[in-house]
């Protein structure tokens, strides 16, 4: 288990440092020099060798990169060049509307997915499993941001439910918090419910031939209640894995649903600060947000392995 | 044949149609603005009606295709093409070499990838060469792994072991044996990761990073749909559709082909 455990930390230390060096070459190897970019065609040669000296760019390559990475470590994110704070406190912020999103969506999309599953499994064969498997079809080939646009088309332009953009800010209470997350929360969600429905559907399948199964049949449990208590533990294991590579997908996602509804969150800062040309805040959030990343699928690895005896020893 | 296998042949193959029949007509110039003919409803004139700058929203979609399928197609080239001869040499290898490929396709692998594509299309400038080049890298780590898990089980079989015994060396054995037993494999993945390509594209351009006016992409004319959404509610539909249609299209073409080449992987047991 510690070798396991050891041998995880090690491909997530190297996975981040690569990671580092790939942001970092991006933004900083980029065609043209950062500084005169950010500035734009017509600034002052002067503020563009004081922004030089500002973002460290006088200095070598890897002297540039080790005050970044190290910064970085530190909790140092720069100051963002266009709103002048510290970027760490824009993260704070946004990432207090990101989070809670994404977690919404993640429950959302896995009890709608455990739901389904479930559902096609144990109706196998019949018109409820065909439906269930041609709407999560439909899903898989929606993209996130048709359906927001839907949802904004029916649930508030069309019957005024539900608000269109914009957030009312934490201490607006429930109601209003509920009719600004509602839809995006649906819209990053649907699609990963989709895919969560066949991976699950499949895992569960998968269980239906193991003996256990069988014997939980034979001592009298109904089809359902060796579905959830038997199958469905089982069963977990993959999709496991697959929740955590979804987290992934649900950042990139959050990046264009934070646009489509005008949501003040990180996905909405990453790609603010592309447009306004804010390098200091691009690179910082995108390593943080592949940190997250990261992090999360060790710690789903972590998961796998507690409930997989198998993998605790080594091969 | 399978119905999945026809039904994704027949929306995936309208979707190059339309590509390709963009290449030599569109029924008007998609670059011709006239304002005056702005937020037409749908009529005889104009099937789906006009966009908000007066411009044929059939026309569009038509050169919608021919950039969705364009960048896919590249993006899956660049795919396979680096990553397939990776997953090769990874398998004949083995030892460090293999090790060293398939970490590094790992570290790919763990990155948000539409996140580090918006990153890098918004540096090197928005265009359709961008979008290509950063979708297709995503592609690299996915072939990789496909063709060095197919490779690894071929490299145990007879003819193989014939073939060394022969006295061919890896390179031949991988081009001349291996590779042919691994084409079903790669192109049921090209077919689904055609369909990513896709989403991709318009995810990128729908924030405006992919390609640029007066090129047209269904992802940019869901963006601009989403202004005047009030106004011409239409506009958001057809676009959303294509995109729907042909990934649909692709995803069960996939799925079809991967139960007509290998039964014994059926997705619906």
């Given at each position: 288990m510690i070798r396991y455990l050891a041998g995880r930390a090690l491909a997530l230390m190297l996975t981040l440092v690569a990671a580092s060096l790939v942001v970092f070459a991006i933004i900083d190897?980029?065609?043209?020099d950062p500084a005169a970019y950010m500035m734009g065609?017509?600034?002052d040669p002067a503020a563009v060798a004081a922004l030089r000296t500002e973002l460290g760019l006088d200095g070598s390559l890897a002297q540039r990169y080790v005050d970044w990475a190290g910064g970085l470590l530190r909790g140092d994110l720069g100051v963002s060049?266009?709103?002048?704070?510290?970027v760490s406190e824009l993260v704070a912020e946004r990432a207090a509307l990101s989070i809670p999103l994404a977690a919404i969506a993640l429950v959302l999309s896995s009890s709608l997915a455990l739901g389904a599953a479930l559902l096609a499994v144990s109706k196998r064969g019949r018109p409820t499993e065909t439906t269930v498997m041609a709407l999560s079809q439909a899903g898989v080939a929606t993209p996130n941001f048709w359906i927001a646009l839907l949802l904004v088309l029916v649930?508030?332009?069309?019957?005024?439910?539900?608000?269109?953009g914009g957030f009312p800010g934490w201490d607006a209470g429930p109601v209003a918090l509920f009719r600004s997350l509602a839809l995006p929360a649906l819209a990053l969600a649907l699609p990963q419910a989709a895919v969560l429905t066949r991976v699950m559907r499949s895992a569960l399948l998968d269980t239906l031939n193991e003996d256990y199964m069988r014997t939980a049949r034979a001592k009298g449990l109904s089809q359902w209640a060796a579905l959830t208590r038997h199958a469905l533990p089982n069963a977990m294991i993959p999709v496991l894995t697959i929740l955590g590579l979804q987290f992934s997908f649900l950042l990139a996602g959050a990046v264009i649903i934070e646009n489509v509804f005008y949501l003040p969150g990180l996905g909405r800062l990453v790609f603010q600060a592309i447009v306004q040309r804010d390098l200091i805040v691009v690179r910082s959030v995108v390593m943080l947000l592949v940190f997250a990343a990261v992090a999360i699928a060790f710690l789903v690895d972590l998961l796998y392995a507690a409930a997989d005896p198998r993998l605790r020893r080594p091969a | 044949m399978n119905r999945a296998l026809i039904l994704g042949a027949a929306l995936s193959g309208a979707a190059i149609l339309a590509a390709l029949v963009s290449l030599a007509w569109t029924?008007?110039?998609?670059a011709a603005i006239d304002v005056a003919r702005?937020?037409?409803?749908?009529?005889?004139?104009?099937w789906l009606g006009t966009d908000h700058l007066g411009r044929d929203v059939v026309s569009l979609l038509l050169a919608g295709a021919r950039t969705s399928i364009a960048v896919a197609l590249v993006a899956v080239g660049i795919g396979i093409g680096i990553g397939a001869p990776l997953g090769l040499l990874a398998a004949a290898r083995g030892g460090l070499i293999d090790e060293i490929i398939m970490r590094a396709n790992d570290m790919v692998f763990a990155f948000p990838a539409l996140l580090l594509a918006i990153l890098l299309t918004a540096v090197l400038g928005p265009s359709g060469v961008n979008a290509m080049i950063a979708i297709g890298v995503f592609n690299v780590p996915v072939f990789a792994r496909v063709a060095r898990g197919g490779a690894l089980a071929l490299w145990r079989r007879e003819y193989v072991l014939a073939a060394r015994a022969a006295g061919k060396g890896g390179f031949r054995i991988s081009v001349e044996h291996v590779l042919p037993n691994l084409a079903d494999q790669l192109i049921v993945q090209a077919t689904i990761q055609f369909s990513l390509g896709v989403i991709a594209e318009a995810g990128l351009s729908y924030v405006g990073l992919g390609v640029q006016p007066p090129d047209a992409s269904w992802g940019r004319m869901l963006s601009e749909s989403q202004t005047f959404v009030f106004l011409?509610?239409?506009?958001?539909?057809a676009p959303g559709l294509a995109i729907f249609a042909t990934v649909l299209g692709l995803n069960l073409m996939g799925d079809g082909l991967r139960d007509a080449l290998d039964p014994k992987q059926r997705a619906d047991r």
């Open positions: 190897i980029a065609p043209g065609l017509n600034a060049y266009t709103y002048r704070v510290p649930f508030s332009t069309t019957l005024g439910w539900f608000s269109a | 029924p008007y110039d998609i702005a937020f037409s409803a749908p009529s005889a004139a104009h011409a509610p239409w506009l958001a539909l």
